[in-house]
C-alpha cells in the first residue's frame, strides 16, 4: 500500500506516550478518534500487514490521508479525551450514543449552603453531580422524595447573607431550613446535604441505617420531637426500599451492562445495584459502524459512559470479555479513587442478572426499530416544513393553541405538543379561561399564551421545580387562525422577551400559512407532508379544546337545573355535579341511583327524578 510522504513522516516521529489520536479523511474531516497506551504502537499498527487486518480497518486506513496525535500524561487522561472528542466531532467510524445530550443530571453546587439543580452538562467547578440520567421521570420523582425529606433550599441567594432575611413560605411549610435567615448551623444543613446526596446515589439501605442510629440516639437523649421526625423520614425510605427488589445477596455496589446489537445500531442496559438493591435501571442506544464487533462496541460503550457517570461501583459485571479490561479497570480506579474490578459472570445469581440485562438490551432496541420508521416518515414532514418556511432551528418540539367558547361562556384553551412529529399527550395541558364579558377570541389566546410561557420561564428560574410542566419551550409555536391570531402570539414572546422561537398561524378557510413579516400567506401543496402535519396538529388541538369547552358546559347545564329543585343546596350541587358530571346522565338515573352515589336522602333523590321528568 502506497502512503502519502507525510503520513510516512509522521509514523516515524510518534511518540510513545499514553494519548489519543484523530484519523482524518482527504476533506480534512475526522473519521475517527482512538486512544493508546502507546501512540507510536498503536498508530503504526493501522497502517502494517494490512492483509491481514480485520475489513472494518482496512475500510478506516482506505480513508485516511492524514492523522494528528495529542499526547496526555496518564491512560486515564487519554480515555476522558476520547470521549470528549468524540462528542466533539461525531466521527462517523466510531462507536457513539445517540442523542447524549439531552440526558440530565441532579447537581449540588459548591457553596456553604449548596442547592438542588437540574442541570444537562458537567463541568469540574467543585460541584457533585448524580446522573446522567435517561429517565427524567425517574429523575424528578427523586429529586422530589428528597426536597421532601431532607429540605435543601431551591432558591439561588448567594448565601450566606451579611444581613439576615425573613425565611420565604418554603421554610413555614417544611420545605427549607431557612439558612437565609440563619435558623440552621452549616453542620446541620450539610448533614442534610450529604443525605439527600445518599439517596441521589441510591445508597438508600445505608441511608436508612444512619437515620435509625441517629433516631434511637434522638430518644435516648429524650429529644422525642427530633426522633419522630427522623422515625418519618425512615419510614418513607423504606417504602422505596420496598420498591427495591433484592438481586443480590451481599451489599457490594455494582453496575451490571446488556447490550443486543443490531445492523447499524445497539442498545446498551445499565442496571445501578446498590447495597444488593436494583436502585435503577438506565437505558442507551449507540450508533454502530458496520463490521463493529461486540467486544468493540462494548469497550466504547463502557468509555462514554463512564466519562460522564458520577460515581463508580466496586465491581462492573459485563456480558463478554472486552481486550481493554486491565486498561479499563486502571481507568476506573483512578476515577473511583478504589479498585474496581471488570468481570464477566459464567454461572450464579450474577450471570443471571447479566442475562436479564440482555434481554431488557433486546426489547429496548426492539422498541427502537419498530419507532425508527414513524420517525423516518416524521422527519420527512420535518423537513420540508423547515425548508418551506424558512425556519431558524429544527421544529423538533412543536406547541399548537386553540380556544373554544360558546358566546364567551364557558372559554377554554388548549396546549398539545408534539415531538418529533409525533403526539406527546402528558405534555397536554388545558386552560379555564378567566377573561368574562364579551366573546374576544383575540384576548383569550393572549391570556392562554400569556399562562404558558409565564409559568415556563417562572419554572426555568427554579430548576429545582420538581413537576416542570411547562419549563420546555417549543422550537415552533402553532396558533389555529391566521394573521390576526399570530399577532396575538408574537406580542406575547416579544412582552415576554422570549427569544428563539419561532411562530406560524394556520387558517382553517384555505389551509394558508401566516409567517411574522409576510404579508402574503404561504400555501403549501395540500398532500405535502408538510402541511398534513400541521393539520393534523392544529385539528389535535382544536379537539383538546373543544372537549375541554364541552365537560365545562355539560357541568354548568347541570348545575343551571339544579338551582331550581328546592332543598338543593350548594353543597350538595357540587356533589350530584362530581357524581353526574352532565344533565344527560342525571335524567338516565333512578331515584335510588341518584340517592347512593349522592348520598342523599330517598325523599330528596325522588323530587330530583320528579323535576327532571317534567
Given at each position: 500500500?502506497?502512503?502519502?510522504?507525510?503520513?510516512?513522516?509522521?509514523?516515524?516521529?510518534?511518540?510513545?506516550?499514553?494519548?489519543?489520536?484523530?484519523?482524518?479523511?482527504?476533506?480534512?474531516?475526522?473519521?475517527?478518534?482512538?486512544?493508546?497506551?502507546?501512540?507510536?504502537?498503536?498508530?503504526?499498527?493501522?497502517?502494517?500487514?494490512?492483509?491481514?487486518?480485520?475489513?472494518?480497518?482496512?475500510?478506516?486506513?482506505?480513508?485516511?490521508?492524514?492523522?494528528?496525535?495529542?499526547?496526555?500524561?496518564?491512560?486515564?487522561?487519554?480515555?476522558?479525551?476520547?470521549?470528549?472528542?468524540?462528542?466533539?466531532?461525531?466521527?462517523?467510524?466510531?462507536?457513539?450514543?445517540?442523542?447524549?445530550?439531552?440526558?440530565?443530571?441532579?447537581?449540588i453546587t459548591a457553596e456553604p449552603f449548596p442547592h438542588v439543580m437540574v442541570v444537562r452538562r458537567r463541568f469540574d467547578d467543585g460541584a457533585r453531580y448524580f446522573g446522567p440520567y435517561t429517565s427524567v421521570k425517574a429523575m424528578r420523582t427523586t429529586l422530589k422524595l428528597a426536597q421532601k425529606l431532607f429540605p435543601i433550599r431551591t432558591c439561588t441567594?448567594?448565601?450566606?447573607?451579611?444581613?439576615?432575611?425573613?425565611?420565604?413560605?418554603?421554610?413555614?411549610?417544611?420545605?427549607?431550613?431557612?439558612?437565609?435567615?440563619?435558623?440552621?448551623?452549616?453542620?446541620?444543613?450539610?448533614?442534610?446535604?450529604?443525605?439527600?446526596?445518599?439517596?441521589?446515589?441510591?445508597?438508600?439501605?445505608?441511608?436508612?441505617?444512619?437515620?435509625?442510629?441517629e433516631m434511637r440516639d434522638a430518644a435516648a437523649a429524650q429529644r422525642f420531637e427530633r426522633a419522630a421526625h427522623l422515625r418519618d423520614q425512615m419510614e418513607s425510605l423504606l417504602r422505596t426500599l420496598e420498591r427495591q427488589s433484592v438481586v443480590l445477596p451481599d451489599t457490594i455496589d455494582r453496575d451490571v451492562f446488556g447490550l443486543a446489537v443490531g445492523?447499524?445500531?445497539?442498545?446498551a442496559q445499565v442496571f445501578l445495584v446498590r447495597g444488593g438493591r436494583m436502585a435503577g435501571r438506565e437505558s442507551y442506544h449507540l450508533r454502530v459502524p458496520d463490521d463493529s464487533s461486540e467486544a468493540e462496541i462494548l469497550s466504547a460503550f463502557l468509555t462514554q459512559y463512564y466519562a460522564n457517570a458520577s460515581s463508580v461501583p466496586r465491581e462492573i459485571?459485563?456480558?463478554?470479555?472486552?481486550?481493554?479490561?486491565?486498561?479499563?479497570?486502571?481507568?476506573?480506579?483512578?476515577?473511583?479513587?478504589?479498585?474496581?474490578?471488570?468481570?464477566?459472570?459464567?454461572?450464579?445469581?450474577?450471570?443471571?442478572?447479566?442475562?436479564?440485562?440482555?434481554?431488557?438490551?433486546?426489547?429496548?432496541?426492539?422498541?427502537?426499530?419498530?419507532?425508527?420508521?414513524?420517525?423516518?416518515?416524521?422527519?420527512?414532514?420535518?423537513?420540508?416544513?423547515?425548508?418551506?418556511?424558512?425556519?431558524?432551528?429544527?421544529?423538533?418540539?412543536?406547541?399548537?393553541?386553540?380556544?373554544?367558547?360558546?358566546?364567551?361562556?364557558?372559554?377554554?384553551?388548549?396546549?398539545?405538543?408534539?415531538?418529533?412529529?409525533?403526539?406527546?399527550?402528558?405534555?397536554?395541558?388545558?386552560?379555564?379561561?378567566?377573561?368574562?364579558?364579551?366573546?374576544?377570541?383575540?384576548?383569550?389566546?393572549?391570556?392562554?399564551?400569556?399562562?404558558?410561557?409565564?409559568?415556563?420561564?417562572?419554572?426555568?428560574?427554579?430548576?429545582?421545580?420538581?413537576?416542570?410542566?411547562?419549563?420546555?419551550?417549543?422550537?415552533?409555536?402553532?396558533?389555529?387562525?391566521?394573521?390576526?391570531?399570530?399577532?396575538?402570539?408574537?406580542?406575547?414572546?416579544?412582552?415576554?422577551?422570549?427569544?428563539?422561537?419561532?411562530?406560524?398561524?394556520?387558517?382553517?378557510?384555505?389551509?394558508?400559512?401566516?409567517?411574522?413579516?409576510?404579508?402574503?400567506?404561504?400555501?403549501?401543496?395540500?398532500?405535502?407532508?408538510?402541511?398534513?402535519?400541521?393539520?393534523?396538529?392544529?385539528?389535535?388541538?382544536?379537539?383538546?379544546?373543544?372537549?375541554?369547552?364541552?365537560?365545562?358546559?355539560?357541568?354548568?347545564?347541570?348545575?343551571?337545573?339544579?338551582?331550581?329543585?328546592?332543598?338543593?343546596?350548594?353543597?350538595?350541587?357540587?356533589?350530584?355535579?362530581?357524581?353526574?358530571?352532565?344533565?344527560?346522565?342525571?335524567?338516565?338515573?333512578?331515584?335510588?341511583?341518584?340517592?347512593?352515589?349522592?348520598?342523599?336522602?330517598?325523599?330528596?333523590?325522588?323530587?330530583?327524578?320528579?323535576?327532571?321528568?317534567?
Open positions: 500500500m502506497t502512503r502519502e510522504p507525510s503520513i510516512e513522516a509522521k509514523l516515524k516521529s510518534l511518540p510513545t506516550t499514553p494519548g489519543v489520536y484523530l484519523m482524518k479523511d482527504a476533506r480534512g474531516d475526522v473519521i475517527y478518534v482512538g486512544k493508546a497506551a502507546s501512540l507510536r504502537s498503536r498508530v503504526r499498527s493501522y497502517f502494517q500487514a494490512q492483509a491481514e487486518a480485520e475489513r472494518r480497518t482496512q475500510s478506516l486506513v482506505a480513508q485516511i490521508a492524514d492523522f494528528e496525535v495529542i499526547q496526555t500524561e496518564t491512560e486515564s487522561e487519554a480515555f476522558l479525551l476520547e470521549d470528549t472528542l468524540i462528542k466533539r466531532h461525531q466521527p462517523r467510524c466510531n462507536v457513539r450514543l445517540r442523542d447524549d445530550k439531552r440526558y440530565p443530571y441532579l447537581k441567594l448567594d448565601l450566606p447573607l451579611k444581613t439576615p432575611r425573613r425565611p420565604c413560605l418554603n421554610y413555614h411549610i417544611g420545605r427549607c431550613l431557612g439558612p437565609c435567615a440563619e435558623l440552621v448551623s452549616l453542620e446541620e444543613y450539610g448533614a442534610m446535604v450529604d443525605r439527600a446526596a445518599m439517596l441521589f446515589e441510591g445508597r438508600v439501605s445505608g441511608l436508612i441505617s444512619g437515620l435509625r442510629t445492523e447499524d445500531r445497539a442498545s459485571l459485563l456480558p463478554i470479555e472486552i481486550e481493554e479490561t486491565e486498561r479499563l479497570e486502571t481507568w476506573l480506579t483512578d476515577l473511583r479513587g478504589r479498585r474496581v474490578h471488570a468481570r464477566v459472570p459464567q454461572r450464579g445469581e450474577k450471570r443471571r442478572l447479566v442475562e436479564l440485562a440482555n434481554d431488557n438490551a433486546r426489547f429496548a432496541m426492539k422498541g427502537e426499530q419498530r419507532d425508527e420508521a414513524v420517525r423516518k416518515e416524521a422527519t420527512v414532514a420535518l423537513v420540508e416544513l423547515t425548508e418551506a418556511l424558512s425556519l431558524s432551528v429544527f421544529p423538533q418540539r412543536i406547541e399548537a393553541f386553540d380556544v373554544s367558547n360558546t358566546q364567551g361562556g364557558e372559554a377554554t384553551g388548549s396546549m398539545v405538543v408534539f415531538e418529533n412529529g409525533r403526539p406527546r399527550r402528558d405534555a397536554y395541558r388545558r386552560f379555564k379561561v378567566q377573561r368574562s364579558g364579551k366573546p374576544d377570541d383575540y384576548a383569550m389566546m393572549a391570556e392562554v399564551l400569556g399562562r404558558r410561557f409565564r409559568r415556563g420561564l417562572a419554572e426555568l428560574s427554579d430548576p429545582s421545580i420538581h413537576k416542570g410542566k411547562f419549563s420546555e419551550l417549543p422550537d415552533l409555536l402553532l396558533v389555529d387562525g391566521g394573521k390576526g391570531q399570530l399577532n396575538v402570539a408574537i406580542d406575547v414572546l416579544r412582552d415576554a422577551n422570549i427569544e428563539g422561537i419561532e411562530a406560524i398561524g394556520l387558517a382553517k378557510r384555505h389551509e394558508e400559512v401566516f409567517r411574522p413579516g409576510q404579508s402574503e400567506p404561504l400555501v403549501l401543496e395540500p398532500e405535502s407532508p408538510a402541511l398534513l402535519l400541521l393539520r393534523q396538529i392544529r385539528d389535535e388541538a382544536h379537539r383538546f379544546a373543544v372537549t375541554y369547552h364541552r365537560r365545562l358546559r355539560a357541568k354548568r347545564s347541570l348545575a343551571s337545573i339544579l338551582d331550581e329543585i328546592p332543598g338543593v343546596g350548594p353543597k350538595r350541587k357540587s356533589t350530584l355535579i362530581q357524581a353526574f358530571g352532565s344533565v344527560a346522565r342525571l335524567e338516565h338515573a333512578s331515584a335510588d341511583e341518584i340517592a347512593e352515589k349522592a348520598g342523599i336522602p330517598d325523599g330528596l333523590a325522588e323530587r330530583i327524578r320528579h323535576h327532571l321528568a317534567r
